[in-house]
């Protein structure tokens, strides 16, 4: 069994909140810093290969810088998004502009910043062309369709909104060609939290064979192949981490004999990845308020739904710690819950823990990605802090809590917006 492992003990921790007040989301910097340096040095044999992280998963501008330090660019959906990127200091194509549904103003926002843009569908070339007039580079997002089995979070991608059909993305290079258009990029992202390797390396080979077929037919030479997110973590202490090795060994193997045997140009490999960059290094830490014994035992804590949505939403399994009784045994079950008038607000259903008391602290793992991001205000619960932890034990605070005031903010509203 893996170890769930945490970079702060319990003294530690009740340092912290003397000046940090729970519930907020801390993210250990240096895991952070190693992983992005292993990543790199993984894909080391890929060709031309790059991360656009997926800010989406932590959208926190002090994280982005870290993670420009390595080269890293940002992968951004909407323009807040953009706007983050921008000011984090990442910059024109180091910005993959992958939206959806996108509102036209968008296009145009990324254009101006030069951003490589990602459109996922083919009646989005006019829609760009009218707004902000075609870029040098473009890429398309190719849905394969019944072609690849999907995953369970992602779904079948014939079910999916995103994409190209495989016909569009013939017809859509070549209008891209006649309108001058000169460099290419081909995306999918058909997994979400996935843990098999092979599901990556077979999605890469499908890419890989649709941009020989594609730059034969078409007569275009691609610059990059963007193979999306979606690695997974082990959320469960049972799960193994996939090593980055295995995926680039597979990858580059599966390009060798499609691409590089097809005599064509030989486009860059890039990705975009959020959870498996930052998830695991992120931690929800939480003071326990109330015991309640009824039909069942519960765990009050002074964290919520709102703070990390992902048990609530997936019934996704997130690892708890009771701080300074990771040793004791684990007699007890508990659901873990939070404060909303909402029965699935809880972080752990009939799970054994030690025996917790009201004032334990629990740490709530794996919220590096996907958490803090997916928050929100029902039920007038509001945002947490995000901290950071740094290599030097030091912590800072990258982002307050949300106050009352934040949350009267957009009510014009006699006594409200000035309730004090
Ligand atoms: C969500 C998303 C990602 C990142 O996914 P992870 O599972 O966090 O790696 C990348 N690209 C697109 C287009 C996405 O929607």
Do not use: W
């Not at 292993?38 to 982005?64: H, Q, T, W």
């Not at 014939?158 to 569009?168: D, L, M, S």
């Not at 701080?323 to 004791?328: A, M, P």
């Not at 752990?348 to 025996?355: C, E, H, L, S, Y």
């Amino acid at each position: 069994m893996v170890s769930k492992k945490l970079p702060f003990n319990k003294q530690k921790m009740e340092e912290i909140i003397q000046t940090h007040p729970t519930p907020f989301h801390i993210y250990d910097e240096k895991a952070i810093r190693d992983n992005a340096e292993d990543m790199i040095r993984a894909f080391s044999n890929v060709k031309g290969f790059k991360e656009f992280f997926a800010v989406k998963a932590l959208p926190n501008p002090y994280i982005l810088k870290i993670l420009a330090e390595y080269g890293f660019g940002a992968d951004c959906s909407s323009l807040p998004e953009l706007l983050m990127a921008e000011k984090a200091g990442i910059t024109g194509e180091n910005i993959m502009f992958s939206s959806n549904n996108t509102p036209p103003e968008e296009f145009k926002k990324a254009k101006e910043m030069g951003a490589i843009i990602n459109l996922d569908d083919i009646s989005h070339i006019a829609c760009l062309e009218k707004v902000a007039g075609l870029p040098e580079i473009l890429c398309f997002r190719y849905n394969p369709g019944p072609l690849k089995g999907g995953n369970a979070l992602i779904g079948k991608p014939e079910e999916a909104k995103y994409g190209f059909t495989r016909e569009q993305l013939f017809v859509g290079y070549e209008i891209l060609k006649q309108k001058g258009v000169k460099r290419f990029g081909l995306h999918t992202m058909v997994a979400s939290n996935e843990l098999n390797v092979d599901y990556f390396i077979e999605t890469a080979r499908i890419l890989f064979e649709v941009i020989v077929e594609i730059s034969q037919k078409v007569g275009i030479d691609f610059e990059f192949v963007n193979l999306g997110g979606g690695i997974g973590i082990p959320y469960r202490p049972d799960q193994e981490r996939i090593a980055f090795d295995d995926i680039a060994n597979g990858v580059k193997d599966a390009y060798d004999s499609t691409i590089g045997k097809a005599g064509i140009a030989k486009p860059n490999v890039y990705f975009e990845c959020g959870r498996v960059i930052t998830g695991p290094y992120g931690y929800l830490v939480t003071e326990v308020r109330h015991m309640k014994h009824i039909y069942k035992d519960y765990v009050g804590t002074d964290a919520c739904m709102a703070n990390l949505m992902r048990p609530g939403i997936y019934g996704a399994y997130h690892h708890i710690t009771v701080l300074g009784k990771e040793n004791e045994p684990a007699t007890e079950k508990y659901d873990v819950t939070g404060s909303l008038c909402e029965n699935n607000d809880k972080f752990a259903i009939d799970r054994m823990f030690p025996k917790i008391e009201r004032g334990d602290l629990l740490v709530i793992h794996d919220t590096g990605a996907h958490g803090f991001a997916m928050g929100f205000n029902y039920n007038g619960k509001l945002r947490s802090a995000e901290l950071l932890l740094r290599p030097d034990g030091s912590v800072k605070e990258i982002r307050r809590a949300e106050t009352i005031e934040d949350y009267f903010a957009t009510l014009d509203f006699v006594g409200l917006k000035s309730f004090k």
